[in-house]
């Protein structure tokens, strides 16, 4: 099946909902291209300066979501042009990309990552951190950032159980947000959890977008 099928199978399983993140790290242009070409407007990469390089390569209407473990020192290369940051763990993080995003006279979309997983090497806030973030005053005074949602990285693991019990958590998480802080924020709305693995448990469980890359581009390089 060429990628353009794939994209077009992925988006009639898919109700309106939900958006389609293509994982492209790694992916030539010409791959990129040929899903672009499909309708796919939403491209997750994860290394900034492969981010960087294929936006200035690449048509200027595609949205960019950078999905990776970001560092402070990198945030500058993107934030002229980045639609959404999905991994936002820290307060520091947070003002590091409110800082860029003033310089560019922008605002970012931005998903505060919450640490589901059992697996220590996974980045994360848990929801107490999360609360403390969103009360801080600091916090109070970003005008260049705009809190969306929240994301997750479940357990690398095939036990569909431990899977859905950690997503059904970061829906739980995002409940628990969205009426303390957002209760009447319309924008405040996405849960970015599922891959090409455990998307259908993701979706079942309150996903609103799927990172989805090998299902679609083939194994990684």
Same mark, same amino acid.
């Given at each position: 099946m060429s990628i353009s099928d794939k994209i077009k199978n992925f988006q009639n399983k898919f109700s309106k909902k939900i958006k389609l993140v293509a994982v492209s790290k790694t992916k030539s242009n010409e791959m990129i291209l040929e899903a672009? @070409?499909?309708?796919?407007r939403d491209?997750? =990469? *994860?290394k900034i300066q492969e981010l960087k390089k294929k936006h200035f390569e690449l048509p200027k209407d595609i949205l960019w979501h950078a999905i990776g473990h970001l560092q402070n020192n990198k945030i500058k290369f993107i934030a002229p042009f980045v639609y959404m940051i999905h991994s936002v763990d820290s307060l520091k993080i947070l003002k590091k990309i409110n800082q860029e995003a003033k310089k560019n006279n922008r605002s970012i979309f931005c998903l505060l990552q919450i640490f589901?997983? =059992?697996? =220590?090497?996974k980045f994360g806030l848990n929801l107490e951190e999360v609360k403390k973030l969103l009360n801080s005053e600091e916090? *109070? @005074?970003? &005008? @260049?950032? &705009?809190i969306c949602g929240l994301m997750g990285m479940a357990t690398f693991s095939d036990n569909d159980k431990l899977i859905r019990k950690e997503f059904r958590y970061l829906k739980y998480c995002f409940d628990e947000i969205k009426k303390t802080f957002f209760s009447n924020e319309a924008y405040f709305k996405e849960i970015s959890i599922g891959m090409s693995g455990d998307y259908k448990i993701a979706i079942e469980e309150g996903s609103t977008i799927v990172r989805i890359g090998s299902s679609i581009f083939g194994n990684r390089n």
């Open positions: 672009y @070409n499909s309708g796919q491209f997750g =990469e *994860n589901i997983a =059992e697996e =220590e090497n916090f *109070n @005074n970003f &005008k @260049n950032v &705009k």
